[in-house]
């Protein structure tokens, strides 16, 4: 056997460099977060490995939120400093092994390199025949030595040694050197470190009793598949025959209209031949029409040109004896003398009737300017008026319409030129004027934002401050951060009776905006009132000194004005009493003379002696209390809408000032215009006299001669131009004979090739098609010619023919490639789907005929009974000497079980056929199974039935299948049977029923049988690791599990927590305590003496005395067992 005897852990956690011894029984105590189930983690590092087995903390909950990352750097918690080590280092967990056989100790342990990114570079080793005190892991350079330098050292030592990186290989060589265990160890011994209450006795035995067995299937299923591909074999044949006999059949169809389209293709060609010739015959006979009319309108066009050239020559003489006459030349002058004097009467009269609207344009303009009425912005000068009025009476007078024969004189001339001038003024006048009510307008406009502004944050209750006054305020609140509160005065009190606030508004005037801080903050107020004042533009904001003022709270004078306010703040209180306290309120004017300072409510106030009625501008807009709000907001929308309402008369206005201004523009030039264009009807008169004279010498002239040499000229030139378009024409109609002509020409060129073409690509099919098919087509051709229809009628008939009989071609030739393609798939045959024969798959037709059916046959009865050979001699036996070989473990796990009985109760595993799978396991089970012939040659009964089931379901089931019924397992029911005296019940009936001490000591009993199975053999080792062990056990449960792990010879190491530790430790032979001091943890081996002691202290007392550190600390030297595996 094999012992654990020490542990030396060095950078655990907490653990700096701490070494354990363990005994036969071992308990590790301490209180909580001491470091206990940091020693059991540390354990399973090292004896699983595997990270993914591992479960660190497992006794605290499923899903302990430690890492082997944690326990390597040792997780503080804390904000300041997270981890116990930071950067590069390394740590060891090395155990040290006794081997009673061979008479040795032997090292298993890991050193693992940590990196400041949190990279761990492991190796796992063990060494033979060395104990821990003989290695040395300390490094010459003051410190731990890392993996490198430990490995180059034990190559060094004269022992036996493994190193392992993989944690497989680890596993492999561990568990050899551990006695020859098998993989169930890893599992079994992380299971047992915490206690999990048994929910299901199945799941607890599959963990840890039987281990699974893997049956094969390969053979059966082999031999089957051999069977079953035979049996494909023969029914793909004939498969495959019905196939290749559909696509020979659908072959036939399709050759059929093959060869119908290639008939029609022949007489398709020829017809399309014959068409080709007829339209040459066509184009010959249109060639020799148009050069006959080619050569006709020549002759015409000769004819034509001769007329026309002798009436050109005829119509030249006409026109120079009509042109060349003194009387024709003397009529055109005349004519264009009238002519120009037609244009200039009407330029003159034109002018004329424009200047008339002008003159009548203006002196309406001029009587409209005369009736405008004066205001602010505009007055006449004295004399204005009557010039207005003399001006329209000139105007009045120009240009009168009865009399032709007017004249303007000079003075007239002038006095329009000065009208023009007078209105110049006028409009420059008026321009200023507009100026000046532009500016108006954009002031009432600027009031009115400010109006609206002001209206706008007095609804969202902002009054209106003076600026300094809210700059003021808004540096200090900044300035002060919070502070200090900073206050307007008016903003803070309300006034009682309505009739006194113009007297206090008024009184008050601009000290209603008085700023007011707390009384400790108006120094450094003050002090930044005068450093920032440039700055800010805060001038003229009054700053109360609130701290002075306190003084006169509560000082104000009965029948003052100060009790007509209130207000919740102090300090606010105080600015009243300071400021209206004196002032006494009177009845009317003369009360005031009783005081030395006084107002009524009308606003007349005393002081000094001198009585002053308040000015109505300091009260008018009132500022105090919640009311002066609603005021405010009356007054500022009444001022809104008067300034609305000038606003509207201003651009009314405007608008009338800027159509005076339209009007009155540029008159100067305007009127000097007119006064140029007086005198337009003596002009208009004097065309008219000249016009009559020229009018009257035309009509004296005899023009007889002239209008005959005039209609001769016209004859002669009337028939050039007829002659003229008659060659045109002609030339025309033969040019265009000619194109077409030519066009006829390329086209017979081009036509006698088509005609060879279409000879030649006929001829062609003989070459292109079978030729047993030349017969056919000949024939079909001869019946065409013999037809009495058109060719192009012919043509059509039989291309719509063929094109059907293509379609169906195609369709059929597809259909054709389906099959084939759909054959090709299914059989992986090469051949082309798409060839124009059917040869490859008429030979495999073919072919099919001499497959030899009876061997085949043969060959599927064959594979059919090794199949049932291998399913009766393999699997069944397999699976009944597992069930066998199940039955004979829980009979030795009973015998152990017997042998050490729990206090008064003896727990025994049943074991059971399953009653779901009781009908397999009944056949599985029958010895006369194996003495039948074929398994399908069985009595038709219930056992062959089951068989060719279970046969079915291993052979065509699906995997989840194979592993169900595989499973010997799963052929058993499984309970545990406690047996208390004479009372005797099932585990699994009252497992939920029974209490916490209850259900864990069948865990117990049974994992410790479960670790005695195990280790079934002399030359293991006989480990068994509990984290918080027993905790739900009464003291005699747990003295009766120690005693039954003694006798099983089991090496036990349990932690537990401190109320369990006296129970336990008279029946241990090690004890030891941890204990921590901030991030660092001890442990010390407890003696006997000093747990007795201990029992003496009172439970929980935190005086007693500190048995963990006194050995360590005091003397150097702790009490030990005489020997640590001493007989019990």
């Avoid at 003159?359 to 009587?367: C, G, N, T, W, Y």
């Avoid at 003076?466 to 307007?488: A, D, F, T, Y």
Wanted: contains cysteine; proline residues 3%; hydrophobic residues 35%.
């Amino acid at each position: 056997m094999k012992w654990l005897r020490r542990l030396r852990l060095i950078n655990w956690h907490y653990f700096h460099d701490e070494t354990l011894e363990f005994g036969r029984q071992t308990l590790i105590a301490g209180r909580n977060s001491a470091g206990k189930s940091t020693i059991i983690d540390a354990l399973q590092v090292l004896l699983v490995a595997n990270q993914r087995q591992i479960r660190f903390n497992s006794a605290a909950h499923d899903e302990a939120r430690r890492s082997l990352i944690s326990y390597l750097r040792g997780k503080t918690g804390g904000e300041d400093r997270k981890y116990l080590r930071e950067g590069d280092f390394t740590s060891y967990i090395v155990a040290e092994f006794y081997d009673e056989e061979k008479k040795e100790p032997f090292i298993v342990g890991v050193v693992l390199d940590v990196y400041g990114d949190d990279a761990i570079d492991d190796e796992y080793f063990i060494l033979a025949g060395v104990r821990l005190s003989d290695l040395d892991f300390w490094s010459p350079a003051e410190r731990w030595k890392n993996r490198e330098e430990f490995h180059r050292y034990c190559q060094k030592l004269p022992v036996r040694h493994v190193f392992e990186r993989s944690k497989a290989g680890y596993q492999k060589a561990l568990l050899t050197r551990l006695g020859q265990l098998g993989d169930r160890f890893f599992p079994v011994f992380v299971k047992a470190l915490s206690f999990k209450p048994i929910q299901n006795v199945r799941d607890f035995v599959y963990q840890y009793i039987l281990d699974e067995k893997e049956l094969q299937l390969d053979l059966l299923r082999q031999n089957f598949e051999i069977h079953e591909r035979y049996r494909a074999e023969l029914e793909a044949l004939e498969e495959r025959r019905q196939k290749l006999e559909e696509i020979c059949r659908q072959y036939e169809t399709f050759a059929r209209l093959r060869d119908t389209v290639a008939v029609q293709e022949y007489v398709i060609r020829g017809l399309r031949h014959a068409r080709e010739a007829e339209i040459k015959e066509q184009l010959e006979d249109g060639i020799r029409f148009l050069a006959s009319e080619v050569e006709r309108l020549g002759r015409e066009l000769e004819l034509a040109r001769a007329g026309q050239q002798e009436a050109r020559e005829k119509a030249q003489i006409a026109y120079q004896k009509w042109q060349g006459h003194e009387l024709k030349r003397r009529e055109q002058e005349l004519q264009e003398g009238l002519a120009r004097l037609d244009k200039e009467l009407k330029e003159q009269q034109e002018m004329l009737a424009v200047l008339r609207q002008t003159v009548e344009r203006e002196k309406a303009l001029l009587a409209a300017l005369e009736e405008m009425e004066e205001d602010e912005y505009w007055q006449w000068q004295p004399g204005e008026r009557e010039y207005l009025a003399r001006a329209r009476e000139l105007f009045a007078g120009l240009l009168p319409a009865g009399d032709p024969g007017w004249i303007p004189g000079e003075d007239t001339i002038a006095a329009v030129r000065d009208a023009g001038l007078f209105l110049a003024g006028v409009y420059s006048r008026f321009a200023l004027a507009a100026g000046r009510l532009e500016d108006r307008l954009t002031l009432l406009e600027r009031q009115r934002m400010e109006l609206e502004g002001q209206i706008r944050d007095l609804e969202n209750k902002k009054r209106p401050y003076p600026q300094s006054v809210v700059n003021l305020k808004r540096l200090l609140e900044e300035r002060l951060k919070g502070r200090s509160p900073v206050w307007i005065f008016c903003e803070e009190m309300d006034i009682k009776d309505e009739s006194w606030r113009d007297a206090i508004e008024g009184y008050l005037h601009t000290q209603r905006f008085d700023l007011l801080v707390e009384p400790a903050f108006f120094a450094e107020a003050l002090a930044l009132y005068e450093r920032e004042k440039k700055n800010h533009q805060v001038e003229g904001a009054g700053l109360v000194d609130t701290e002075k003022e306190q003084r006169y709270l509560g000082t104000a004078r009965e029948g003052s004005l100060a009790e007509e306010i209130v207000t919740a703040n102090p300090i606010i209180q105080a600015h009243i009493d300071h400021l209206l306290g004196r002032v006494m309120k009177a009845r009317d004017e003369q009360d005031l003379r009783r005081f030395s300072t006084a107002i009524t409510r009308t606003c007349m106030s005393y002081h000094n002696l001198v009585a002053r009625q308040l000015e109505k501008h300091r009260y008018a807009v009132p500022y105090i209390g919640a009311r002066a709000i609603a005021r405010q907001l009356e007054i500022k929308r009444q001022e809104l809408a008067e300034t609305k309402e000038q606003i509207a008369k201003l651009l009314h206005r405007k608008e009338g000032m800027a159509e005076w201004l339209e009007r009155l523009a540029d008159k100067k030039s305007l009127y000097a215009g007119m006064a140029e264009k007086l005198d337009l009807p003596a002009r208009i008169r004097r065309l008219e006299e000249e016009r009559a004279y020229l009018v009257a010498e035309l009509e004296r002239l005899d023009l007889g001669e002239v209008e005959r040499l005039k209609e001769e000229y016209f004859y002669w030139d009337r028939r050039e131009k007829e002659l003229l378009n008659k060659i045109t024409e002609i030339s025309g109609l033969k040019k265009s004979r000619e194109n077409e002509l030519d066009q006829k020409q390329t086209e017979l060129y081009l036509q006698e090739g088509k005609v060879q073409e279409a000879l030649a690509f006929w001829q062609a099919w003989r070459e292109q098609y079978p030729a047993e098919l030349l017969p056919r087509a000949e024939e079909r051709w001869r019946e065409v010619e013999g037809q009495d229809l058109p060719t192009a009628n012919k043509l059509v008939n039989w291309e719509n023919s063929q094109k059907g009989n293509i379609t169906r071609r195609e369709q059929e030739y597809q259909r054709l490639r389906d099959l084939r393609h759909e054959y090709n798939l299914r059989y992986t045959y090469s051949a082309d789907p798409g060839a124009a024969d059917n040869e490859a798959y008429q030979s495999l037709l073919a072919g099919i005929a001499t497959v030899d059916i009876p061997r085949y046959r043969e060959k599927l009865a064959e594979a059919l009974r090794q199949s049932e050979e291998e399913f009766k001699s393999h699997f069944i036996y397999k699976l009944r000497e597992a069930i066998e070989a199940a039955k004979r473990d829980f009979n030795e796990l009973n015998f152990a079980l017997k042998n050490f009985p729990f206090h008064e109760d003896r727990y025994h595993f049943e074991i059971k056929p399953s009653e779901r799978y009781r009908r397999f396991y009944d056949v599985i089970m029958d010895p006369g199974i194996m003495e039948q012939g074929s398994l399908f040659e069985l009595p038709d009964d219930d056992r062959a039935a089951v068989l060719h089931e279970l046969f079915e379901k291993l052979i065509r089931g699906e995997a989840g299948d194979l592993e169900e019924f595989t499973d010997y397992r799963n052929y058993l029911d499984f309970d545990i049977v406690v047996t208390s005296g004479d009372h005797r019940y099932s585990f699994s009936q009252v497992l939920r029923e029974k209490s916490g001490g209850e259900t864990q000591t069948p865990f117990y009993v049974a994992i410790l049988a479960s670790f005695n199975h195990l280790y079934n053999t002399g030359k293991t080792i006989r480990l068994v690791v509990f984290d918080e062990a027993f905790n739900k056990m009464d003291e005699e449960r747990i003295q009766t599990s120690l005693r039954l792990i003694k006798r099983m010879n089991l090496q036990l190491i349990a932690a537990v927590p401190d109320e369990k530790m006296q129970h336990m430790a008279p029946e241990v032979d090690t004890t030891l305590l941890v204990h921590r001091s901030g991030f660092r943890c001890f442990v010390d081996m407890v003696s006997r003496q000093e747990i007795q002691a201990m029992e003496e202290v009172a439970a929980g007392s935190e005086g007693g005395v500190n048995v963990e550190r006194e050995g360590r600390e005091s003397e150097g030297i702790l009490p030990v067992q005489d020997s640590l595996f001493a007989a019990r």
